[in-house]
């Protein structure tokens, strides 16, 4: 086990969660939501510090993260456990495990970070279930990993709370993906979360905290699919988040608690012209291999500038100094130093 680092002492030797907006209320020898964190004699502990139950290498791309030193990869792990309930949840052998119930090997902050190293990788990244959990965890393994030249990256559901959103960025974190549900109803109903201020609210610290934000929204059938809900979910990205922030639309299979149908793919195009119309700069499809919506498009003169099939960047026709060759706009897209991963081509 190890100390909590965002806790409230309270009376009766209770305890406050401080790590993400649920903000738990735990007794002793209680735990919280998230079944990560328990109330050992007043002192908050963690019992997933360095018990990581997923490690692969895996493309950045398949986060996803567009805009973020593509065609790199990063070492990908998680903790047991989560801090929501979503009924569709891909990694629920994951997220619904009790990280009392099955044992994680545990692997040091160095190691983590060596084990990048050794495999060829250019990044972190915490993701799978919600890296919220291995936030101590995190905080001593981000500045290793800036020192050693590997960016640090999260696949959030976006449910920090200010303070720990703070720390992550003063230990080092680079980026934030957030996977925005739905409306208030939608996390209620679907994801076992009231009372919450929810991922808008995080996006905007992540961007006045200077990391690079990317949003995704898993189009999920007869639950956010509707017009109404796209557009408001568009609506709501453009005064959080703004016009240059990647927004993705992906595509939803059935898994764990939910058979609906997968996504229609005319929905997902809908969507995509329905925010590029409305001022998205760059949508994105996600889960449809093969289609154009998968490439980075210039918003000013429309030319390919990135090419992606699945997972893998086929080619980057972007300049080296990050522009399209056609008509010199600025696209943001985050370089090592003075290159992308994959040196431009020609057409």
Known sequence: MHEARLYEPLEDGAVRCGLCQRRCLIAPGQRGFCQTRRNDGGQLQSLVYGRLAALESRPIEIKPFFHLYPGSTALTYCAYGC??????????HLSRTDPLAKSAPYLSPEDLV????????????????EPALLHEYNLDAF??????????????????????????????????????KGDTEVYATWCGAKDVEGPWATASRALALGLHMEIVHLVVTGVNDGEDALSALVDEHLRHAGPDVPLHFT????????????????????????????????PYLGNVTGHPGENTWCPRCGQLLIERRGYTVARILLTAEGRCPGCGETVPVRRYGEALCLSPVGS
């Open 143 to 180: 500045p290793l990993a800036k020192r050693a030249g590997l960016y640090t990256c999260y696949v959030s559901n976006g449910m920090l709370t200010a303070e720990a959103l703070e720390e992550l960025a003063a230990a080092g974190l680079d980026a934030i993906k957030i996977d925005v």
């Open 83 to 92: 801090n929501l309930r979503c009924a569709w949840c891909q990694n629920w």
């Open 114 to 129: 060596e084990a990048a190293l050794r495999g060829g990788d250019q990044g972190l990244c915490a993701s799978f279930s």
């Open 251 to 282: 595509r939803y299979y059935p898994a764990y608690k939910m058979d609906a149908p997968a996504t229609p793919i005319s929905t997902l195009e809908r969507a995509y012209e329905m925010a590029k119309a409305a001022g998205v700069r760059y």
